[in-house]
């Protein structure tokens, strides 16, 4: 009996198969291998760099055409404005974006409306998405709907 014991729990133990499964967090929208969380409510800029990394990500960095049209499809079909994580905060005129540091060039892919940025008030240090995918800057306290992006998550499942 008590070989007969082990022999089912070696056989359910073998019969348990662990699968990785990419996967995003509830209510985020995955697109290639990346998540993101467009926000149902308004915040400053910089409130919505910290609640998206409470969430566990940043305010979205936009990388490509690609990643712009899938965002620019999403905010047309919901109408609102959206921050995004481009900012001159520490170097007027030199864009960076603020989750991983990295700064625009001249090869940097970029969506700015006609004559933008323009630095309007003086104050315009950080970017607001429009419905229609274009970019401009606005000062960080205007209260605005917000995009965070986190990397795909790998989860382990049992079956």
């Not at 305010?59 to 990643?67: Q, R």
């Not at 940097?108 to 998405?129: A, I, Q």
Request: with cysteine.
């Amino acid at each position: 009996m008590f070989s007969f014991t082990y022999l089912i729990i070696w056989f359910v133990a073998c019969s348990l198969v662990i699968y990785n499964v990419m996967s995003c967090p509830t209510t985020w929208i995955e697109y290639e291998d990346e998540c993101y969380h467009f926000s149902y409510d308004q915040k400053s800029w910089s409130d919505a760099v910290e609640m998206c990394l409470l969430l566990g990500g940043g305010l979205v960095e936009i990388d490509d055409e690609d990643e712009q049209t899938f965002l620019q499809k999403k905010t047309a079909d919901i109408g609102r404005m959206y921050w995004i994580g481009l900012n001159d905060i520490d170097n007027e005129g030199q864009w960076t974006w603020n989750y991983t540091d990295s700064a625009l060039n001249e090869t940097s892919y970029t969506n700015w409306r006609p004559k933008n940025p323009d630095n309007f008030t003086s104050l315009d240090d950080c970017t607001l998405m429009f419905p229609s995918g274009q970019w401009v800057d606005i000062v960080c306290t205007f209260v605005s709907y917000y995009i965070c992006e986190l990397d795909i998550i790998e989860v382990s499942v049992f079956g």
